[in-house]
């Protein structure tokens, strides 16, 4: 199954910008990358996902690199509802989503 | 209520039973999911459906087993429950490949 990597955790203070890594180095063409957030004892959330081109949304933006083996979630402007277990999947054929261990942001005020 | 749902939210079984975990949704989404999430993980892929009558295995199939005769419903059923398949399941559906997957609130499932 197509692997990403992703930092354990990261810190945020409130009313940043967040930017969350994730690495894909095996990446086929036809992969989308997703991104679902789960905040604690609820089920995941789904924020972004794109192919190619980088994506705005009104949760996130989403950039992808030119050789598509990294991407980067953007939070804008991070709130402590933002405080997330964060996600980042390849959606392989026949919709397969395979989630990783995730990055658990930490939102400062 | 319009959505997923999830039933029972908690379940507490003992080892050998039998059990079913329902899952339902409303918006008529061609697919739906199984996932469960041990403490601390991620989740893990059991069964996915493509459609009413067509369900596919996914990273974890061993001991569960799904049906899926309406679009709405997907149960899951442990045969022969045990301890390792203590978990959160989390049921999900999508209105087509490559997506977004709405989940369900899951549901905690303690094999004693």
């Known amino acids: 199954d197509a692997k990403t990597t992703q930092p354990n955790s990261m810190e945020s203070n409130e009313e940043e910008p967040v930017h969350l890594p994730c690495n894909h180095s095996t990446i086929s063409g036809t992969d989308y990358i997703h991104w679902y957030r789960q905040l604690p004892s609820q089920g995941p959330e789904y924020v972004i996902h794109g192919l190619t081109s980088n994506v705005n949304n009104r949760m996130a933006s989403l950039a992808i690199a030119e050789d598509r083996k990294s991407s980067t979630l953007i939070l804008h402007r991070a709130t402590l509802r933002d405080a997330a277990v964060y996600y980042c999947?390849?959606?392989?054929?026949?919709?397969?989503?395979?989630f990783g261990e995730g990055t658990q942001l930490t939102v400062n005020p | 209520d319009a959505g997923i749902t999830q039933s029972p939210r908690y379940k507490i079984t003992e080892t050998g039973r039998q059990v079913t975990l329902m899952c339902h949704q409303t918006w008529s989404h061609s697919y739906m999911f199984w996932y469960r999430q041990d403490l601390g993980h991620g989740l893990r892929l059991i069964y996915y459906s493509a459609a009413a009558d067509i369900t596919d295995k996914g990273e974890v199939p061993d001991g569960y087993v799904v049906s899926r005769s309406k679009t709405e419903n997907f149960p899951l059923t442990l045969e022969s429950a045990t301890r390792s398949q203590t978990s959160v399941y989390f049921c999900?559906?999508?209105?087509?490949?490559?997506?977004?997957?709405?989940f369900g609130p899951g549901t905690r499932l303690t094999v004693l």
């Open positions: 999900a559906s999508s209105e087509s490949a490559y997506n977004e997957q709405f």
């Open positions: 999947i390849l959606e392989t054929s026949g919709s397969r989503l395979t």
